[in-house]
């Protein structure tokens, strides 16, 4: 039996997380219970190769059975008049994040301008909250997830394009009511037909191998740390790292940015606040007799 009553914590500006996705927080979180899905329910099309990214929290009662979603609780894509399983392409490890993730893709090419829907393939109730679920239909009891999508008539068949190599462009440490921001924004000069993901691997002299974590650009920048609610890697004051990146796009075609890691340091100790002295009142002088 899963565990009860226990939420997922995430940050407005962090979702995508927190799928999993290293944005930038603010200072108010929320919970949200749900494993999340990339591409979400709002993207128009998906490719007939398309990839999955699925994520969940350290906090979500649905985290219990996200380690069976490909194993005991498979996965597909149905559309009225066909039904594809999905298969695992990697489940990352990454002790340092506060997600687990998950990256599927159909076992074969799903039919072009052709509607489907996430679905899993059980018939148990209990399973019910592990995907943001709707109606199937106006006035239907039958609930389904969110997640529907038509697949584009032209398949992306090019590769990411890299136009430059990722560059650091901000590193913070600062705290806020809610948590801590610790993180590393890397610049993300990559281009395609479809949208993408990046696979970071990250290297640390102190970790015993290296962790992987899949992100999602945004606003053109890859972030690397831990974001108020949660993050994909805890930074030691001003330790040296390395990390590649890998972009996948859409349809799966792969390009690297660069054929050796790139290095970079971790955001510094703050320094401590000034010490304020006070200086003793003078007792004002007698008046004279």
């Not at 940050?11 to 799928?19: A, D, E, K, T, V």
């Not at 990454?94 to 072009?112: A, E, G, I, K, T």
Request: proline share 10%; net charge positive.
């Amino acid at each position: 039996m899963r565990p009860a009553f226990i939420r997922y914590r995430y940050c407005f500006g962090y979702l995508f997380f927190l799928l999993t996705y290293a944005l930038p927080a603010a200072a108010q979180c929320e919970y949200y219970p749900w494993i999340a899905v990339w591409p979400g329910e709002h993207a128009l099309t998906i490719q007939p190769r398309q990839l999955f990214l699925l994520s969940v929290g350290s906090f979500s009662d649905a985290r219990y059975d996200f380690r069976q979603l490909g194993r005991q609780i498979p996965l597909y894509l149905r559309s009225a008049h066909d039904s594809v399983p999905l298969r695992v392409l990697e489940r990352p490890v990454n002790p340092q994040s506060s997600d687990m993730q998950l990256l599927l893709q159909p076992v074969r090419p799903l039919l072009p301008d052709t509607l489907y829907s996430l679905r899993y393939a059980t018939s148990d109730d209990s399973y019910r909250d592990l995907f943001r679920m709707q109606r199937a239909r106006a006035g239907s009891n039958q609930l389904v997830p969110v997640y529907r999508w038509r697949v584009a008539a032209t398949p992306d068949t090019e590769p990411p394009r890299w136009t430059g190599t990722p560059t650091v462009v901000r590193r913070e440490y600062s705290e806020n009511s809610e948590g801590i921001n610790n993180y590393v924004h890397f610049s993300s000069p990559v281009q395609d037909n479809s949208p993408v993901l990046v696979r970071a691997t990250i290297w640390s002299a102190r970790l015993a191998a290296p962790v992987i974590s899949y992100l999602a650009p945004w606003q053109n920048q890859l972030g690397i740390g831990w974001f108020t609610c949660g993050g994909n890697f805890t930074f030691q004051w001003n330790e040296t790292c390395t990390v590649t990146f890998e972009a996948l796009d859409a349809a799966g075609n792969r390009s690297t940015a660069t054929g050796r890691p790139i290095s970079f340091r971790a955001p510094s100790k703050p320094a401590p606040a000034p010490a304020t002295t006070g200086q003793p009142a003078t007792r004002p002088a007698a008046p004279k007799k």
